[in-house]
C-alpha cells in the first residue's frame, strides 16, 4: 500500500511509519516540518502529486495548556488540518484515517466511555480535535476517527513515556492521582491505525490497550516497578492542585463497540505493553 504519514516526527507518526515500512509499503512520511496540514495548497500538491492509496493523520497540537491560550492556531492545526486533508483524500479516492483524543469526553462518566456516549469537551484542545473529527467527516464520508489517549511509548515527551527514564535519573516525580484513563502503547496504537486503513470501514473508532485503566500514579508505579526502580520519589497530588491552565477529565478510559465486531482483535492489554517499553527503554 501507498501511504501517507502526516505527523512523522512524533511519537505514533513514528512507530506508524516504521510499522508500514516493516509491511512493505511505500511510506510517505512527513514531520511538521516538511508538511504543515494547516497549508492547504502544499498538502494538494503533495496528494495529487504521489497519489496515496491511504492518507493516515498523526499530525496535531497536543500541547493541551497551549491550546488553551491560543485557540486560533489550535483549531487551524486540530480541526482545518484533519479537513484539509480529508478533502485532500477524496479527491485522489484514498483512505483516510485521522487520531483524536479521549478528551472530547469531559471526564464525569464513572467507567468506560464508548462511541455510544455524546462528547461533551471542555478545554480549547478538546473542542479543536472534536471540530476536526466533524469537519473531516463532513468533508469525506470515508473518514476513519481513531480516538486514543494516555499514549506512551519509546521517543515520547510525555511524562507517560518519560517516567522510567526520569525515575532511573532520581527525579521526584509528581503524579496525578485523580485523572483515570487507558494507557495505549504507541507501537500497538500504529499497527491499528494501519489495519483501519486497510478495512476502510468509515466511523469512530475507541483504540486503546485492554485492561482497566490507570491513573497517572498506577502508570507510573507499575513502570517504575516493571524497571526494577521501586525506591523512585514519587509525590502524589491532585490535579487541581496544579494550577493549569486547561482544565481535563477526571475519567477518559476507552472501550469500542465496533473493533471487534468487524473481527480486529482487542490490542494487549497495557501491563504487556509496558513491559515491552520498559525492555526497549532499558536496553
Known amino acids: ?144 476517527i481513531a480516538r486514543t489517549g494516555f499514549v506512551f511509548g519509546p521517543g515520547g515527551k510525555n511524562f507517560l513515556s518519560t517516567v522510567v527514564e526520569r525515575g532511573r535519573q532520581g527525579e521526584r516525580l509528581q503524579v496525578i492521582t485523580d485523572a483515570r484513563g487507558t494507557p495505549t502503547y504507541a507501537p500497538d496504537l500504529a499497527k491499528r491505525l494501519r489495519e483501519l486503513a486497510e478495512l476502510d470501514l468509515p466511523g469512530i473508532y475507541h483504540v486503546v490497550n485492554s485492561g482497566n485503566g490507570a491513573s497517572f500514579e498506577d502508570f507510573a508505579r507499575a513502570a517504575l516497578r516493571e524497571s526494577g526502580n521501586e525506591t523512585a520519589k514519587i509525590e502524589p497530588v491532585s490535579m487541581a492542585s496544579l494550577n493549569r491552565p486547561a482544565p481535563r477529565p477526571q475519567n477518559s478510559c476507552l472501550k469500542c463497540l465496533l473493533s471487534e465486531k468487524i473481527g480486529l482483535t482487542p490490542l494487549r492489554r497495557w501491563e504487556d505493553a509496558l513491559g515491552e517499553f520498559v525492555a526497549v527503554e532499558n536496553h
Not at 20 to 39: N, P
Not at 128 to 139: I, N, P, T, V, Y
Request: aromatic share 8%.
Open 1 to 144: 500500500m501507498r501511504v501517507l504519514v502526516t505527523g512523522a516526527g512524533g511519537l505514533v507518526g513514528r512507530a506508524l511509519a516504521q510499522h508500514c515500512a516493516s509491511l512493505g509499503d511505500v511510506v510517505l512520511a512527513y514531520t511538521h516540518q516538511t508538511l504543515d496540514i494547516a497549508d492547504q495548497t502544499l498538502l494538494q500538491t503533495i496528494v495529487e502529486k504521489y497519489q496515496p492509496e491511504a492518507i493516515i493523520n498523526c499530525a496535531a497540537w497536543t500541547d493541551v495548556d497551549g491550546c488553551e491560550l491560543d485557540r486560533p492556531r489550535s483549531f487551524q492545526v486540530n480541526a482545518e488540518g484533519p479537513e484539509n486533508l480529508a478533502w485532500a483524500s477524496r479527491k485522489v479516492g484514498a483512505a483516510f484515517v485521522t487520531i483524536s483524543t479521549d478528551y472530547v469526553f469531559d471526564g464525569r462518566k464513572s467507567g468506560f466511555y464508548s462511541q455510544r456516549d455524546d462528547p461533551n469537551p471542555e478545554s480549547v484542545y478538546a473542542m479543536s480535535k472534536l471540530a476536526g473529527e466533524r469537519r473531516a467527516q463532513a468533508a469525506y464520508a470515508r473518514t476513519v
